[in-house]
Every structure is written in C-alpha cells, then in structure tokens.
C-alpha cells in the first residue's frame, strides 16, 4: 500500500506528465489549451478525467445543482449522441442519474479503462493512451457543440 504522501505525489506526478505530454497539442481550433482542466466554457458542464488503482474515467459530467436544467442539459446532449459518438470513434455510457462521493447529484457520459493503476508508473502508457484520443475527440465534438447550449446557458 501507499501512504498518503505517495499517493498524492504519484497522483500529481502523472497529471504533470500528462500535461506536459499534451501541452504542445493544440485545440481542435488550433489554440493552446490546458487539456487537464478543460474548460467547456459553460458553467456545469464538464470534462473530466480520473485514474485510481482499479481504473482510469473520463466523463461529461453536468453538475448543475437544479434537477431540472441539468435534465435539460443531459437531453441536449442525447440529442447530439450520435455527433458524440461519431467523433469519440466509440460508445460510451450514459448515466441520467448518478450521485457523486459527497452525495451530489449529477448526470454522466463516460468510459472507464479497466484494469488500470495510476500508482504503476508501468501503467501510464497504458494511461496516457486512453485519455489523450479521448479528450482530444471531446475537444473536436465540443468545438462544434458547445453552440447548441449557449441558450441553456
């Protein structure tokens, strides 16, 4: 087992080399972005990306605190599911109703990478594969997106 303080500095070394690795890729608008902290540019609308000991995650998670425009949210984006899923190049799941760890609620699309270990640094080629087509494929998709949720804004 790790202790605290090799956990998180194990966690914070690969999203460092992560950044690193991706910082020379541009946007799907040719600009710089920070690929770790993607920014959607819509409040409650995020893409996130999360590794553990059992497995690696990225998502769309809509966190709005209201039930019901967070529902409005999730249905826009089952009405591009099809754009979505064109441009990932794959299926992902789809998650109306989940609860976060503090017992939040929120809506999710995402995959997972099983197994995967952040802590192995053996496994952050594995890693690294898994999330860079990803969240560049979600970077494409939501250069053409994001404009059909300005009005939910």
């Keep these: 087992m790790y202790s605290k303080a090799e956990v998180t500095q194990l966690r914070q070394a690969f999203w460092t080399a992560f ?19 993607y920014k959607t540019g819509i409040k409650h609308v995020y893409f996130r990306m999360q590794a553990d000991n059992r497995r690696a995650t990225i998502a769309i998670e809509l966190t709005h605190p209201d039930a019901g425009i967070r529902e409005l949210f999730y249905e ?10 064109e441009a990932l190049g794959e299926e992902w799941s789809w998650e109306a109703e989940a609860t976060d760890a503090v017992g939040l609620p929120y809506s999710r699309i995402y995959i997972e990478l099983r197994p995967a270990n952040l ?12 999330f860079k087509p990803r969240i560049m494929a979600l970077d494409a998709f939501w250069a053409d997106a994001q404009y059909t949720f300005e009005a939910l804004k």
Excluded: C
Excluded at 19 to 37: K, L, R
């Design 19 to 37: 950044g690193q690795y991706m910082a020379p890729v541009p946007s799907a608008e040719g600009d710089s972005t920070n690929w770790i902290n």
């Design 119 to 130: 802590f192995n640094r053996e496994d952050w080629p594995a890693l690294i594969s898994f």
């Design 76 to 85: 826009q984006f089952v009405e591009l599911k099809a754009l979505l899923h």
